[in-house]
C-alpha cells in the first residue's frame, strides 16, 4: 500500500507540529480520503523510527477493525494488539494497540507506557474535563507525561462549542485540512449532486435544546403522512438509476414508516438499521447493502434501500453507495457531514452521489465544500449558510452561482439587501461575484498574525477593520505600523477620508479611536469576490466626519486642538 500525495503531506504537517510546537496536532481529513492509512502510517513510523509504542483511539468496532487492518496491510512486521470487549480481545503488551474507548478509559496504567495516542473521529473529545477520552488521556499522562496526542476527522468542531482544536483544549490546532472540493477535484472522491425535496417540513415550532432540535418534536414534524408519502414518491422517482440508497430517518418509528412507504412503493425488501439492531443482523443487512454475498449456501439480494436513524454516519464504508436521502433534520453542521460523506466514495461505475434534503440541512449549513462553521459557545454561525435552491430544478447550489449549472436557470442579479448571508464567497463557482451591501456596523482592532511573539514589539501590528452586513463579516487590514512607506501612504489616506484626527502610526490607537467613534461611519460597500480569493473592497460610502471626541483629542496629545496639523511626523518623506 502507498500513501496518496496528500496523505503523505499530512503525516509531514503532522511530523513538523509535533517538531516544532508543544502542542497537540489534529488532521482534518473528508470522509473517504483514508484517514486509516495515514493513522497506519504514523503508527507504524513511531514503532520502527522512534521505537516507541502508540495507541489508537476509536469509539466503534468497525473503525477498530479498519485501522488494525490498514497498519496490518500497511506494515505487516508490526506486532498490532487489539483491546475491545465487542471483539472479545483484551491485547494490552502489542507495540500497536488499537482499542474501543468505551472499553480501555480506564485501563491506562494496564496499557503502559506509550509516546503516541492517536484518537479517529476526533471530535468526539469533549471541550470539558469530563469524559471517557479525557479520563484515559489524563492517566496516560501520569504513566508518560511526555505523551502527545494525534487527532483525525472529517469534522473538527461540535455542537454547540464550536471548534474543537483550542489552547486550552486536548487538542491545540488544526496542521493539515484537506478540502472536499479539491479532493473531487483531483479524483478522489465521488461529485455530489444535491436536490431539495418539493416537500419540506415547517419547523417552526420545533424547539431547540443545548444546540439540537427536540428529537421528539423534529421527529413528529418529520414523520407527517404528507411529508413522507410526498418525500418517498419522490426519492422512489429520483432514484431509478441508483444501485444503493441510504436514507437518515429522524427515529425509530420515523424510520420504520419510511420503511414500509418505500417497501410499497417500489415492491423491494427496505431494511432498518437503528441503534437497538443486534450486531450479527446489522452485518448482514450492511453486507446485503454493500452487495456482498451473506451466505454460502443460501443467496441473499442485494438491498438497494437501507434506512438508519443515526448509526451510520462513522465508520461505514459502503462505496456503491450513490445516493444519500436526509429524511432528517439537524443543527449539527458535523452530523450533517458525516451524513453526506457516506456518499463520496469511489466506485466503479459510480458517476455521482445524489443528496436528497428533506430537512433544509444545506440550506442551513452550506454546502459541504463550505461550511457555516459554528462559533464557539453557539450552536451556528452568523446568518444563514451560503446556498440557495434553484426554482426551476431544486438544485441546491451555493449562493454565489448566478446561473444554475443543472437547468441553466438564471438568477436575479444581486440586491442591496440579501436574504441569505455567507461568510466564505465564490468557493464553489469560477464566476465573479460582485455585489453593494449595507453596513450594519463597523468594528476596529489591532491585528497580529497567528504564531506571532505578541511580546516582540518589533513586529509590526496591522489595523482590522471588519464591516458588519447581511452577508457576514468583511474585512481589511491597515497598516499603520508598516516600514514601506506605500502602505503607511494608504493608510493615512484612508484614516485622513474618515477623520479630523491626525492618523495615529500604531495600530493599538487607530483602534481605539475607530472604537471610540472618531471615524466616519461606513453607510455601504462595494465587494468583488471570485473562486479562492477573499472579498475584495472596491468602493464604499461613508457619513460625514464625526467631531472629535474628548479620548481621541487625549491619545492625540494635550496640545493638539482642532484644526491644528498633527504634531507628529505623520507625512511620508519622498
Same mark, same amino acid.
Given at each position: 500500500?502507498?500513501?496518496?500525495?496528500?496523505?503523505?503531506?499530512?503525516?509531514?504537517?503532522?511530523?513538523?507540529?509535533?517538531?516544532?510546537?508543544?502542542?497537540?496536532?489534529?488532521?482534518?481529513?473528508?470522509? *473517504?480520503?483514508?484517514?486509516?492509512?495515514?493513522?497506519?502510517?504514523?503508527?507504524?513510523?513511531?514503532?520502527?523510527?522512534?521505537?516507541?509504542?502508540?495507541?489508537?483511539?476509536?469509539?466503534?468496532?468497525?473503525?477498530?477493525?479498519?485501522?488494525?487492518?490498514?497498519?496490518?496491510?500497511?506494515?505487516?512486521?508490526?506486532?498490532?494488539?487489539?483491546?475491545?470487549?465487542?471483539?472479545?480481545?483484551?491485547?494490552?503488551?502489542?507495540?500497536?494497540?488499537?482499542?474501543?474507548?468505551?472499553?480501555? @478509559?480506564?485501563?491506562?496504567?494496564?496499557?503502559?507506557?506509550?509516546?503516541? $495516542?492517536?484518537?479517529?473521529?476526533?471530535?468526539?473529545?469533549?471541550?470539558?474535563?469530563?469524559?471517557?477520552?479525557?479520563?484515559?488521556?489524563?492517566?496516560? &499522562?501520569?504513566?508518560?507525561?511526555?505523551?502527545?496526542?494525534?487527532?483525525?476527522?472529517?469534522?473538527? @468542531?461540535?455542537?454547540?462549542?464550536?471548534? $474543537?482544536?483550542?489552547?486550552?483544549?486536548?487538542?491545540?490546532?488544526?496542521?493539515?485540512?484537506?478540502?472536499?472540493?479539491?479532493?473531487?477535484?483531483?479524483?478522489?472522491?465521488?461529485?455530489?449532486? =444535491?436536490?431539495?425535496?418539493?416537500?419540506?417540513?415547517?419547523?417552526?415550532?420545533?424547539?431547540?435544546?443545548?444546540?439540537?432540535?427536540?428529537?421528539?418534536?423534529?421527529?413528529?414534524?418529520?414523520?407527517?403522512?404528507?411529508?413522507?408519502?410526498?418525500?418517498?414518491?419522490?426519492?422512489?422517482?429520483?432514484?431509478?438509476?441508483?444501485?444503493?440508497? &441510504?436514507? %437518515?430517518?429522524?427515529?425509530?418509528?420515523?424510520?420504520?414508516?419510511?420503511?414500509?412507504?418505500?417497501?410499497?412503493?417500489?415492491?423491494?425488501?427496505?431494511?432498518?438499521?437503528?441503534?437497538?439492531?443486534?450486531?450479527?443482523?446489522?452485518?448482514?443487512?450492511?453486507?446485503? %447493502?454493500?452487495?456482498?454475498?451473506?451466505?454460502?449456501?443460501?443467496?441473499?439480494?442485494?438491498?438497494?434501500? &437501507?434506512?438508519?436513524?443515526?448509526?451510520?454516519?462513522?465508520?461505514?464504508?459502503?462505496?456503491?453507495?450513490?445516493?444519500?436521502?436526509?429524511?432528517?433534520? +439537524?443543527?449539527?453542521?458535523?452530523?450533517?457531514?458525516?451524513?453526506?460523506?457516506?456518499?463520496?466514495?469511489?466506485?466503479?461505475?459510480?458517476?455521482?452521489?445524489?443528496?436528497?434534503?428533506?430537512?433544509?440541512?444545506?440550506?442551513?449549513?452550506?454546502?459541504?465544500?463550505?461550511?457555516?462553521?459554528?462559533?464557539? *459557545?453557539?450552536? *451556528?454561525?452568523? *446568518?444563514?449558510?451560503?446556498?440557495?435552491?434553484?426554482?426551476?430544478?431544486? =438544485?441546491? $447550489?451555493?449562493?454565489? @452561482?448566478?446561473?444554475?449549472?443543472?437547468?441553466?436557470?438564471? %438568477?436575479?442579479?444581486?440586491?442591496?439587501?440579501?436574504?441569505?448571508?455567507?461568510?466564505?464567497?465564490?468557493?464553489?463557482?469560477?464566476?465573479?461575484?460582485?455585489?453593494?451591501?449595507?453596513?450594519?456596523?463597523?468594528?476596529?482592532?489591532?491585528?497580529?498574525?497567528?504564531?506571532?511573539?505578541?511580546?516582540?514589539?518589533?513586529?509590526?501590528?496591522?489595523?482590522?477593520?471588519? @464591516?458588519? +452586513?447581511?452577508?457576514?463579516?468583511?474585512?481589511?487590514?491597515?497598516?499603520?505600523?508598516?516600514?514601506?512607506?506605500?502602505?503607511? %501612504?494608504?493608510?493615512?489616506?484612508?484614516?485622513?477620508?474618515?477623520?479630523?484626527?491626525?492618523?495615529?502610526?500604531?495600530?493599538?490607537?487607530?483602534?481605539?479611536?475607530?472604537?471610540?467613534?472618531?471615524?466616519?461611519?461606513?453607510?455601504?460597500?462595494?465587494?468583488?469576490?471570485?473562486?479562492?480569493?477573499?472579498?475584495?473592497? +472596491?468602493?464604499?460610502?461613508?457619513?460625514?466626519?464625526?467631531?472629535?471626541?474628548?479620548?481621541?483629542?487625549?491619545?492625540?496629545?494635550?496640545?493638539?486642538?482642532?484644526?491644528?496639523?498633527?504634531?507628529?511626523?505623520?507625512?511620508?518623506?519622498?
Amino acid at each position: 500500500m502507498k500513501l496518496r500525495p496528500y496523505q503523505h503531506d499530512a503525516v509531514t504537517a503532522c511530523y513538523d507540529y509535533l517538531r516544532t510546537k508543544t502542542g497537540n496536532p489534529c488532521i482534518v481529513l473528508p470522509t *473517504g480520503t483514508g484517514k486509516s492509512l495515514v493513522i497506519a502510517q504514523i503508527a507504524a513510523d513511531t514503532v520502527q523510527r522512534w521505537h516507541s509504542r502508540v495507541i489508537v483511539l476509536a469509539h466503534v468496532q468497525e473503525l477498530l477493525e479498519q485501522n488494525a487492518d490498514k497498519i496490518r496491510r500497511l506494515c505487516p512486521s508490526l506486532d498490532v494488539g487489539i483491546y475491545s470487549a465487542g471483539l472479545k480481545s483484551r491485547d494490552v503488551a502489542n507495540d500497536v494497540i488499537v482499542a474501543g474507548i468505551q472499553s480501555v @478509559y480506564m485501563r491506562a496504567p494496564e496499557i503502559g507506557k506509550v509516546a503516541l $495516542i492517536i484518537v479517529d473521529e476526533a471530535h468526539r473529545i469533549p471541550t470539558g474535563d469530563e469524559g471517557m477520552y479525557r479520563k484515559f488521556l489524563a492517566d496516560a &499522562l501520569l504513566v508518560n507525561p511526555r505523551v502527545r496526542v494525534i487527532g483525525l476527522t472529517a469534522t473538527p @468542531y461540535r455542537l454547540s462549542v464550536g471548534e $474543537i482544536c483550542g489552547e486550552d483544549n486536548i487538542l491545540n490546532g488544526v496542521c493539515y485540512e484537506a478540502n472536499i472540493a479539491d479532493m473531487i477535484r483531483d479524483g478522489y472522491l465521488s461529485p455530489l449532486t =444535491c436536490r431539495a425535496g418539493t416537500a419540506e417540513p415547517n419547523l417552526d415550532a420545533v424547539h431547540t435544546r443545548r444546540g439540537e432540535f427536540v428529537q421528539s418534536e423534529a421527529e413528529a414534524v418529520m414523520d407527517e403522512d404528507a411529508l413522507v408519502s410526498a418525500a418517498c414518491q419522490e426519492v422512489v422517482e429520483k432514484t431509478r438509476d441508483r444501485r444503493a440508497v &441510504l436514507v %437518515f430517518c429522524q427515529g425509530v418509528k420515523h424510520a420504520r414508516h419510511v420503511a414500509a412507504c418505500l417497501s410499497a412503493l417500489t415492491g423491494e425488501d427496505v431494511a432498518i438499521v437503528t441503534g437497538d439492531t443486534p450486531a450479527s443482523e446489522r452485518a448482514e443487512l450492511i453486507a446485503r %447493502f454493500r452487495g456482498e454475498t451473506t451466505d454460502l449456501f443460501q443467496a441473499q439480494s442485494p438491498l438497494r434501500f &437501507l434506512a438508519n436513524v443515526g448509526v451510520l454516519t462513522t465508520g461505514f464504508d459502503a462505496p456503491r453507495l450513490d445516493c444519500v436521502v436526509l429524511l432528517c433534520c +439537524t443543527q449539527s453542521v458535523g452530523l450533517y457531514v458525516q451524513m453526506v460523506g457516506r456518499g463520496t466514495r469511489l466506485c466503479k461505475g459510480k458517476a455521482n452521489c445524489l443528496v436528497l434534503d428533506y430537512g433544509l440541512n444545506v440550506v442551513r449549513h452550506g454546502p459541504v465544500d463550505d461550511l457555516r462553521i459554528p462559533k464557539k *459557545g453557539n450552536g *451556528g454561525g452568523d *446568518g444563514e449558510a451560503p446556498a440557495k435552491m434553484c426554482p426551476e430544478c431544486r =438544485c441546491l $447550489i451555493h449562493a454565489s @452561482y448566478r446561473v444554475c449549472p443543472e437547468c441553466e436557470h438564471e %438568477f436575479p442579479p444581486p440586491k442591496i439587501h440579501h436574504d441569505t448571508s455567507a461568510t466564505n464567497w465564490g468557493i464553489m463557482s469560477d464566476d465573479v461575484v460582485e455585489c453593494e451591501l449595507d453596513v450594519t456596523r463597523t468594528t476596529y482592532a489591532e491585528h497580529v498574525k497567528k504564531g506571532v511573539d505578541l511580546t516582540d514589539t518589533t513586529i509590526p501590528r496591522t489595523l482590522r477593520v471588519t @464591516y458588519h +452586513t447581511a452577508q457576514g463579516p468583511i474585512s481589511e487590514w491597515l497598516c499603520p505600523e508598516h516600514k514601506q512607506k506605500w502602505l503607511n %501612504f494608504e493608510y493615512m489616506k484612508w484614516w485622513r477620508a474618515r477623520s479630523v484626527l491626525p492618523p495615529p502610526r500604531d495600530a493599538l490607537t487607530a483602534a481605539e479611536a475607530g472604537q471610540a467613534g472618531d471615524l466616519a461611519e461606513t453607510l455601504r460597500i462595494r465587494v468583488v469576490s471570485k473562486r479562492d480569493g477573499l472579498p475584495k473592497i +472596491t468602493a464604499l460610502k461613508t457619513a460625514p466626519k464625526p467631531l472629535p471626541t474628548e479620548a481621541g483629542i487625549r491619545a492625540m496629545g494635550s496640545s493638539w486642538r482642532p484644526g491644528q496639523r498633527a504634531t507628529r511626523d505623520d507625512d511620508l518623506q519622498f
